[in-house]
């Protein structure tokens, strides 16, 4: 049976030889080559087993002849004869280091030759004893830095994104559902509650032979490790490093299970005290009363035992959420169903793989009425912004693609970089001429607070914004937010009118569900956008929406549940002052 498990296998494979040649100090395009195949592989939704037996490889972006004979040669054979000549190059540790963040291939290698620092276990001895500012380049401030990251690596070493971790463990709830005798399966624990990072999957099942079960799940092709192996629990470590927990429970303990499981541990132990008060016991084989069993088959019973209603998975931290729910007060967070558009994506005119034809086609057939396409301004080279030139070809391929659409709406966007002065990467004649500005920083992190914080508030006064992107800059277990007065920044943002952006790529999810929550709380508008790359990042919209659940947001809180008219309404208010 294919998975999708060896495309995580290909994936992380071009990304090891991507740094191994950093490392060698190889030429940057084609180092960018394997990166750019790397990530689309790893977000590819079906297996690339069957992308290579229907010849389509190539059609894939960014893989071409050459990759796609080394993607044929693994797939045919198990081995991949580049990465293995590479990775015999260097001593495997090295590799590693590479993912600390504040250590650079240049950095990696004068480590290795000057100090002989190989792996982990080194660079932590050696940052210790105070040799690293014995080298040339490497002052007190940059130690520091690889201090921090290496405290950051290794805390999002035990924990996985959730945009990785879930559609892993979709597909293996799937191979539990296709089982025979599987009446039902659910994804519990902290995936279902959508936290930004998982530590384990947890996973529930009835079945009509727990053992047969759990034997069978011990032998996904995924499964690298098996921990146990009963007739009503199983856990295996993925080849990913994943671990899952899988277990089978009899169905009038289900509901019970399902909440047990799905946490989190202070939700649980709030919910046993206030069942213990009205004198009854709640744990995850059922409700009882004394010895007599009043309640476990559906989730819903646990609540309403309690005389409060369903609480959703993703308000269940215990913030607050269990006494809003008996008083009656508890909001009904928005879901992806009342999303009309996404407010962010890029097409081929910046670093987008897709056209704004194909963009608008996969929007649409997600059920959206808009998307803004909001491609990146010149200053950001890498991602190869839009000269002024651009921008106006572009609204003209858009006008005429809008023509041909009764029932959908391209709006021309960008997103336009935020200068290390505050000032905006476009003249105001051009942002005028867009319907949707969204501003972001992208480079420039090294400032002061209060810098930073002067340079974002002037970019919102200019009248011609709309949506402040990722307004922290932070790249979950990768880089930490930069240094800002986000409070005075949503501040401003409110009173401006100024949108907010909860990001849903799965590495920024920026603001996150307690800065998005401040945002609400502030008056702020909130954005959910993808800031999709691809078509399949349209998807993302779940994980944007998954943290505007766990910070208890409305439907009336978030711009993109605007129907188009009203959402043309609001982005001409901002304008007319
Ligand atoms: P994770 O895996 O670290 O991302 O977070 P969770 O929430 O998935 O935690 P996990 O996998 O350790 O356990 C799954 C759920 O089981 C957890 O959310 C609540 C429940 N649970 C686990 N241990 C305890 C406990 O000691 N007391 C209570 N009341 N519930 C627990
Ligand atoms: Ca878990
Ligand atoms: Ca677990
Ligand atoms: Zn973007």
């Known amino acids: 049976m294919p998975t999708r498990d060896v495309n995580e296998k290909i994936a992380d494979m071009f990304d090891t030889i991507a740094d191994v040649l950093e490392l060698q100090g190889d030429i940057p395009y084609r180092i960018r080559a394997y990166r750019n195949a790397a990530r689309t592989i790893r977000d590819l939704p079906q297996p690339i087993e069957e992308v290579a037996r229907e010849g389509k490889l190539e059609d894939l972006p960014g893989i071409g002849k050459d990759l796609a004979a080394k993607i044929l040669e693994y797939l045919e054979t198990g081995r991949m004869s580049k990465y293995e000549e590479v990775v015999s190059q260097v001593p495997p540790g090295l590799i590693e280091l590479l993912h600390i963040p504040g250590l650079g291939p240049k950095r990696v290698r004068l480590l290795h030759e000057r100090l002989g620092i190989s792996d982990l276990e080194d660079l932590r001895r050696a940052l210790d004893s105070g040799r690293i500012e014995t080298l040339p380049g490497m002052g007190k401030k940059t130690v520091e830095n690889i201090r921090r990251g290496l405290a950051l690596y290794e805390a999002s070493k035990e924990r996985m994104p959730l945009g990785r971790a879930l559609p892993i463990a979709e597909e293996i709830a799937r191979q539990i559902d296709a089982l025979p005798g599987t009446a039902r399966v659910v994804i519990a624990g902290s995936a279902r509650r959508m936290k930004e990072t998982v530590g384990d999957i947890d996973i529930l099942t009835i079945a009509e032979d727990g053992e047969a079960t759990i034997q069978a799940f011990v032998r996904f092709p995924q499964v690298r490790d098996i921990l146990a192996a009963g007739d009503t629990k199983g856990s295996v470590v993925l080849h990913n490093g994943l671990q899952v927990d899988l277990r089978v429970v009899p169905p009038e303990s289900y509901g019970a299970a399902l909440h047990y499981f799905t946490g989190s541990k202070a939700h649980n132990i709030k919910i046993r ?87 608008a086609q996969a929007a649409r057939a997600r059920g959206y009425e808009y998307i803004a396409v909001t491609d990146h301004s010149p200053r950001v080279r890498v991602a190869g912004g839009m000269s002024v030139e651009k921008v106006w070809q572009r609204q003209k391929e858009i006008e005429a693609l809008n023509r041909e659409f009764d029932d959908f709406r391209i709006l021309s966007g960008a997103e336009v970089d935020i200068l290390p002065d505050g000032s905006l990467d476009y003249p105001d004649e051009v942002l005028a001429a867009l319907d949707l500005v969204i501003v972001s920083v992208h480079s420039g992190f090294k400032m002061s607070r209060e810098e930073m914080t002067r340079r974002i508030l002037r970019a919102l006064e200019n009248p011609y914004v709309h949506i402040l992107a990722h307004p922290t800059g932070r790249l979950i277990g990768q880089r930490e937010p930069y240094p800002v007065d986000l409070e005075a920044v949503l501040r401003r943002a409110a009173e401006l009118g100024v949108a907010v952006e909860i990001n849903g790529y799965y590495l920024r999810l920026d603001l996150d569900d307690v800065n998005a929550h401040l945002a609400k709380e502030l008056g702020c508008t909130i954005s959910l956008g993808t800031d999709a790359h691809q078509v399949d ?7 944007a929406v998954g943290v505007a659940r766990r910070a208890w947001l409305e439907p009336q809180d978030v711009l993109n549940t605007k129907s188009l008219p009203d959402l043309l309404a609001w982005l001409q208010r901002r304008r007319s002052g």
């Open 273 to 359: 005290t206030i069942a213990r008060e009205q004198g009854l016991k709640v744990n995850e084989y059922g409700i009882f009363r004394g010895e007599e069993r009043i309640g476990g088959e559906e989730e819903a019973d646990v609540f309403r035992v309690l005389g409060m209603p369903w609480i959703p998975p993703e308000m269940r931290e215990d913030r607050g959420e269990i006494e809003a729910a008996l008083e009656g007060r508890l909001p009904t967070p928005v879901s992806l169903d009342d999303i009309r558009g996404d407010p962010h994506v890029h097409s081929k005119w910046s670093d987008g793989a897709n056209t704004i034809r194909e963009l």
């Open 537 to 543: 990042h349209l998807s993302m919209m779940r994980y």
